[in-house]
């Protein structure tokens, strides 16, 4: 039994969304008048490309073309969290997109390997622990003593004026 097709959005310009897919397949046979961008954010969900089956998980980034067929499905243990455009895109935006190809009319930016996501925390961290060993994060700070504003700055410099109340603005 073939499953039931999924309408294509009429689309102007640009139709963009975010969505939780918790269980449901997208399956369009002629694919979209324009391509499909789906960006996932957390969970996981299975994309169908000439007869195989790969794992699209967060952060990796799929790129359906014109007019290919999209078959996609949203399943696991947590929702499959995208955010999702439909667009028309100008012709010089095609030497963008030299991506991976998945397959046939559909590319494919992966997320990045953790261990590359780890190197450009590890600067940050690394500063943050300099600063917190200079300064000694379990410290406390040396109480100041309160000095009075015109003990600060001399008596010769008058106190800031107070606002005038609201029952005395015109």
């Known amino acids: ?3 039931r097709e999924t309408p294509s959005p009429a689309v102007e310009r640009v139709l963009t969304g975010n969505e939780h897919r918790v269980t449901s397949r997208c399956w369009r046979p002629h694919g979209t008048p324009t391509p499909l961008l789906i960006h996932t954010r957390s969970g996981q969900a299975l994309v169908h490309v000439d007869g195989e089956t790969h794992v699209q998980a967060p952060g990796d980034t799929v790129l359906w073309l014109a007019d290919t067929t999209q078959d996609f499905t949203a399943g696991g243990d947590d ?3 995208i955010v ?3 667009f028309h895109p100008r012709d010089r935006w095609y030497e963008w997109l030299n991506w991976p190809v998945l397959g046939h009319g559909v590319l494919r930016i992966p997320a990045p390997p953790a261990r590359r996501r780890v190197r450009r925390i590890e600067p940050e961290q690394r500063l943050l622990q300099r600063v917190q060993g200079k300064f000694g994060r379990s410290r406390q700070p040396t109480p100041r003593k309160r000095v009075h504003f015109k003990q600060r700055i ?3 410099v008058p106190a800031p004026r107070r606002r005038c109340s609201s029952s005395s603005t015109p």
């Open 154 to 156: 001399g008596d010769s």
């Open 84 to 86: 999702w455009a439909h």
């Open 1 to 3: 039994m073939a499953p």
């Open 79 to 81: 929702p499959w969290e």
